[in-house]
């Protein structure tokens, strides 16, 4: 494999989990500030106001950023996978496309609304400004699933004889086949347990202080009844996109648990060490649940899971001589550290909504330090999730139908490829370091109260 082809690979995947940090933040923060905009709407009470105003300079900093370094990504499918845009554009363009002129530009727009015309719009248009803003953010997030949906199944297309290469069919299918629902709700699910997790951490950190406690106890409170469904719902629609999953791509499901061969029922390792290669795929310590990956895998505890060796030979019947395995060590890892941070953060909710219902949230200490923490979990589940998702497709950019290395493109070299990474390396430390200051300056301050003037406290974000 050519060296410009694994920069390119390091390229792309350190640009989309850069962006993806900030994603999930901008779809858990958008219903949070509609739901703090309605309830000021209804009541007039002053702290729902002061609320939406803090966490909403916290979203603006966010969207700002991840705005900026998705924009990177679009540039890439020509510049370093031009190939692969040459073959499947036409299909894999349109969801893109739609994506970037309407719900891009929509949730643009009305954050532009949204913050200028607080005292121009009247109070009813104005809430409405937050719900489209909501609309754009999840619309946005729904084309981008559906684009990569078709990544990992593509349907709804033909090769076009002439051509040579993939024309869509049935848009519809593009656009609304079961894979792509799965993830979708996937995603927003992982998005509002982020935005729970930051809305809630910052609140505590105010609380342990003992720092505007009314106010923030409505924050925290807020986030908790929010947190503890989606934390559970998340763990049960893990399962389900997982064997929705297994239906279209067994080989991920396979690798994820080093499954080598098939197995009736087949047992979940909780933990094992080695076992990890075709050379050595007995692992030398394992503690496993009985059939628990045949649930996970199909729905049904006594179900066959067929393992990565049978899977090997059938794809090298389908698609030719080759290796289709992915990084097994790599799947395992990013599959546990998904669902056992997403258990942690379940587990972290339901301990605040204990804490809630006794009405001793404002003094618990101990809950206080652990929801700060609990900040990160999201975060690190999000990029399991994604490196889950994109390696455990490896060999294919397109699954079934396009080799990642038959799509690179032909003009990239090492050099090239790899200035241009050590350049975006170099940017994206630089606005992590930016956007860390920024969103710690602004979470550590006193939301300003109703009719002062906010300029000392939002300089950067003119008119909020």
């Not at 106890?217 to 908790?224: M, N, R, S, V």
Request: aromatic residues 14%; contains cysteine; glycine residues 8%.
């Amino acid at each position: 494999m050519s060296t410009a082809l694994e920069l390119s690979r390091w390229q792309f995947a350190t640009t989309t989990l850069y962006h993806f940090t900030f994603v999930p933040l901008t779809l858990g923060l958008a219903p949070f500030l509609a739901i703090l905009h309605t309830k000021w709407y209804r009541t007039k009470d002053d702290q729902y106001l002061r609320l939406m105003r803090f966490f909403g300079v916290l979203f603006l900093i966010n969207f700002a950023i991840g705005a900026a370094t998705g924009l990177v990504q679009e540039f890439e499918f020509g510049m370093n996978w031009s190939a692969f845009s040459s073959f499947v554009g036409d299909v894999f363009g349109a969801p893109l496309a739609i994506e970037g002129i309407g719900a891009f530009m929509l949730e643009a727009t009305f954050i532009g609304l949204w913050v200028f015309g607080r005292d121009r719009l009247s109070p009813r248009v104005h809430l409405a400004t937050a719900y489209m803003i909501w609309l754009g953010t999840w619309l946005s997030a729904y084309l981008i699933i559906a684009a990569n949906s078709w990544m990992q199944h593509p349907v709804g297309y033909t090769i076009n004889a002439q051509t040579g290469r993939a024309q869509a069919t049935d848009i519809w299918e593009i656009l609304f086949q079961h894979l792509t629902i799965f993830a979708f709700v996937h995603v927003l699910l992982a998005g509002m347990l982020t935005g729970g997790f930051v809305v809630l951490g910052v609140a505590c950190w105010h609380l342990m202080r003992k720092r505007n406690t009314a106010l923030f106890h409505t924050a925290a409170k807020l986030a908790i009844i929010m947190l503890v469904p989606v934390s559970i719902i998340q763990l049960y629609w893990g399962g389900q996109l997982g064997i929705a999953m297994t239906d279209v791509q067994p080989m991920k499901i396979a690798s994820a648990e080093a499954l080598w061969n098939t197995e009736q029922p087949a047992g979940f390792s909780v933990f094992q060490i080695g076992g990890f290669t075709a050379s050595d795929p007995t692992p030398s310590f394992d503690i496993e649940i009985p059939g628990l990956l045949s649930y996970l895998a199909t729905g049904s505890f006594g179900s066959k899971v067929v393992g990565i060796n049978q899977l090997q030979a059938q794809q090298q019947a389908t698609y030719g001589p080759g290796n289709y395995t992915p990084d097994i060590r790599l799947e395992y890892w990013a599959m546990r550290v998904m669902a056992y941070l997403g258990t942690l953060s379940m587990l972290l909710a339901l301990w605040g909504g204990v804490l809630l219902r006794r009405k001793r949230l404002d003094n618990a200490k101990w809950f206080h330090r652990a929801a700060l923490v609990g900040i990160a979990f999201p975060f690190l589940s999000n990029f399991a999730g994604w490196i889950l998702t994109e390696t455990g497709r490896q060999p294919w950019i397109v699954y079934g139908l396009q080799k990642t290395a038959n799509a690179v493109s032909p003009a990239s070299t090492t050099f090239k490829v790899g200035l241009s990474l050590a350049v975006f390396v170099a940017l994206y430390v630089a606005l992590g370091i930016v956007d860390f200051i920024l969103m710690r300056r602004y979470a550590r301050l006193d939301p300003p109260e109703v009719g002062d003037e906010p300029a000392a406290a939002v300089t950067p974000i003119p008119g909020y």
